[in-house]
């Protein structure tokens, strides 16, 4: 067994790393900003290797992975009959080279993407999805909720959703104390000022509330893409009002989970900012998102389109609209038109 190595870094926080090894256990100690309680946060880095197509001579890309053991000491979860903080594991996936071999941005900083996965939803089904997002230049953390995620031992809670959207809350401003800890493997990484949500089904329930509603507006979102979601009665609070980011709204028009006219209600009601509507012609609930088929690629396509332009200022509405109106597959409406949803087989 290596030898471990003990430190402090900036800020009263304690390193320990195997001698050897790039894979560092580190501990943070930070304090609740509302609460004034501890949290504690364990994190442990496994690096991963993704290939893509590239131009001949060109780098492949390596996509780095790290999992944070997050902890919310100032709020609880019930979980197989016992009450205790509010575990939030959360997967922090990163693009480590760009296809030519350069840093991803020049100035080493780039937009963040938290992710919400759907009700009793791994985040391992979303997988393409979250890499097109790294592979197109961003921080993406995917969040385990604690009574809404696969696997949820003694059972879940749906009823729980309304504590998601402080939940994401949270690991946004986790993943930002990370990335100003010298100690850190996401040190210097997330641009702070360019912060995207997304999510699925009630993991977009989740969204829409985070970033639309004034229950649990975090004004530190600058965009947010909701895939399958609606607006529940159960968060209260006013919606779309001044402060709104601009929106993009994915529905499956054969989608009999998530009634169509709830994402329609949604992009309806947001008249705040800009906002978009993704129609997926004759698409379901589930693979839209996860897999790797023409829909999905059509999904992984316009929401990168989308976030480029709001969050990194690249691109344009006309290049949104350039991936999202597919012939067949899907049609992209935006300020105000009619969605159009036409019903599958």
Known sequence: MAAAVAGVGALGVAVWVS????????????????????????????????????????TSLSIGQTSLALVDTSRVAV???????????????????????????????????????????????????????????????????????CNVPGGPNESDIVNQPGDMSFVITQLLAASSQPSSVLYGLIDPSEIGVAGHSDGGDTVAALAASTCCRDPRVRAAVVLAGAELASYGGEW??????????????????NDPSDSVALYDADTASPRYFLSLLGAGHFSPYEGSGPPEQVVAQTTAA???????????????ASAGDVSGISVLSSAGQPPQLVGGE
Not at 30 to 55: E, F, I, L, Q, V
Not at 306 to 320: H, I, R, T
């Open 79 to 149: 979980v197989d009959g016992k009450m205790g903080p509010r575990q939030l594991n959360t997967l922090v996936l990163y693009p480590e080279l760009s296809a030519s071999g350069d840093p991803p941005r020049p100035e080493g900083q780039l937009p963040l993407i938290v992710f919400a996965p759907g009700y009793l939803q791994c985040r391992s089904y979303y997988t393409h999805l979250l890499d097109a997002w790294v592979r197109a230049g961003f921080v993406v953390a995917a969040i385990r909720f604690p009574l809404t995620s």
């Open 240 to 257: 779309f009002g001044p402060g709104t980011p601009p929106m993009l709204f994915v529905q499956g028009s054969d989608d009999k989970v």
């Open 306 to 320: 989308f976030f480029d332009l709001y969050l990194k200022g690249e691109g344009s509405p006309a290049l949104v």
């Open 19 to 58: 001698a050897g090894s790039r894979t560092p256990t580190v501990v943070l100690q930070t304090k609740s900003p509302t609460a004034g309680s501890s949290r504690t946060t364990t994190t442990t880095t496994t690096p991963r290797t993704t290939t893509t197509t590239n131009p001949p001579g060109s």
